[in-house]
């Protein structure tokens, strides 16, 4: 199983970027898939999830209103697109990929992949 996460970046404040993560060796339809970041010296924090049916959506408070996940199936392909960023955005992006029932945190037990860096100047 991989995860290939890409899209990150250096931007200015306010600037957008849209993190890709790109999945195989699985059926990619029959999982949920996450996107949790780490910063420097912090813990690992869920930022967004969308649920294998592609109906549901959840994010961290922090991010709603700039954050915007989403998937296609065909492409065995999850995105973040992310807008307005700040600062505190930037760390490592990492994407995940579950089998979880719904109403279930993602990401745990499941499949991560490597991280996007992604660097917000003020």
């Known amino acids: 199983v991989q995860l290939q996460a890409s899209g990150g970046g250096l931007v200015h404040s306010g600037g957008s970027l849209r993190l890709s993560c790109a999945a195989s060796g699985i059926t990619f339809r029959d999982y949920n898939m996450g996107w949790f970041r780490q910063a420097p010296g912090k813990e690992r924090e869920f930022v967004a999830g969308i649920r294998r049916s592609g109906g549901t959506t959840y994010y961290a408070n922090s991010v709603k209103g700039r954050f915007t996940i989403s998937r296609d199936n065909a492409k065995n392909t999850v995105y973040l697109q992310v807008n307005s960023l700040k600062p505190e955005d930037t760390a490592v992006y990492y994407c995940?990929?579950?089998?979880?029932?719904?109403?279930?945190?993602?990401?745990?037990?499941?499949?991560w992949g490597q991280g996007t860096l992604v660097t917000v100047s003020s």
């Open positions: 995940t990929a579950d089998r979880l029932p719904a109403g279930a945190a993602f990401g745990t037990p499941g499949y």
